[in-house]
């Protein structure tokens, strides 16, 4: 199996997580898809990644189509829920998670622009995706049920890549302010073995 991405990415970076917590092995094609000579629309039309090939060369991309596919594979330990309501539930808190890791990357590609090229209108809409995103978060996970629960499970790894993401880019960086528990979560995650050894560099 192939995964198809950049170190830096943290949508990739929660598919390699979720491999190594599986001891699925795989061979990690850095190929960052805006740098010359890039191949990743060969596997992906939208130039998006991560994509993953699989063992019979098939491609799946965009990650939850990929998380969604490495649970099909039936590698312990399970990283959604048995029950199909409850496992959307979950899948829901990695689409709030990517969609805050949507705005901060927005964020990254707006600050590298000429400063009179800026809009502050798009700054402060992507701002408030963030921010709202991350309340939302911490109120989940002071739930302890669907993230930050007994077992790991897909909505932790998207939500400590996501704050991974914002730290490296120094994106909120007083995200940390008034939510304790995303800070004690991510502070245990990141001791696990996959979550140090996919560090961004
Ligand atoms: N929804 C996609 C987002 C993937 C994505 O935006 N990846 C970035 C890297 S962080 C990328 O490939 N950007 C290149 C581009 O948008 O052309 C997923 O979850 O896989």
Redesign the pocket.
Known sequence: MKLI??Y?????R?ISVMLIEKGISFEFVND???SAGSK?TNF?P?????ALVTEEGEVF??????VQYIELLGASPTLLPPEPLEALRVKQIEALA?GV??AA?ALVLENRREAAQRSEEWIIRQRGKILRGLDQLEKYASQRHLLNGESLNVADISVACMLG?LNFRRIAPGWCVERPTLIKLVERLFQRESFARTTPP
């Open positions: 991405g950049s830096t990415s943290p949508y990739v929660k960052p898809p805006t990743v992906n939208l130039g998006k990644v991560p991309y965009d990650s939850p189509i990929i990517d890791t949507d990357v993401y």
